[in-house]
Nanobody, 116 residues
Framework: QVQLVESGGGLVQPKESLRLSCSVS????????FGWYRQAPGTERLLVAR???????KYSDSVKGRFTIATDIAKNTVSLQMNNLRTEDTAVYYC??????????WGQGTQVTVSS
């Protein structure tokens, strides 16, 4: 069974940076796409960043130019570098990987709080 464990969340001030990491229990070369979503209280879960073998990389407009998604095959990880954080980035961040059968696997989420 595929398991994902996110880490790196925490409390930061506006304009600071955080790097989220998602450790995948299987060799990530078996997956087709990788992504990060976030969910703030009372809202739906929304795409933040996604990378796939056919569609390349895309970001939500709200994070474009500030966040960077990357994969590390050697470490079987998916990361999200978040720079110049804003209060509106506060949310639980979820990692998701998709296999070639188009099945999604989700992590348990990590809290990111941006507050002065």
């Amino acid at each position: 069974q595929v398991q994902l464990v996110e880490s790196g969340g925490g409390l930061v001030q506006p304009k600071e940076s955080l790097r989220l990491s998602c450790s995948v229990s299987h060799n990530i070369t078996r997956f087709y796409a990788f992504g990060w979503y976030r969910q703030a209280p009372g809202t739906e879960r929304l795409l933040v960043a996604r990378i796939s073998s056919d569609a390349g990389t895309k970001y939500s407009d709200s994070v474009k130019g500030r966040f960077t998604i990357a994969t590390d095959i050697a470490k079987n990880t998916v990361s999200l570098q978040m720079n110049n954080l804003r209060t509106e980035d506060t949310a639980v961040y979820y990692c998701v990987v998709t296999d070639y059968g188009r099945t999604d696997y989700w992590g348990q989420g990590t809290q990111v709080t941006v507050s002065s």
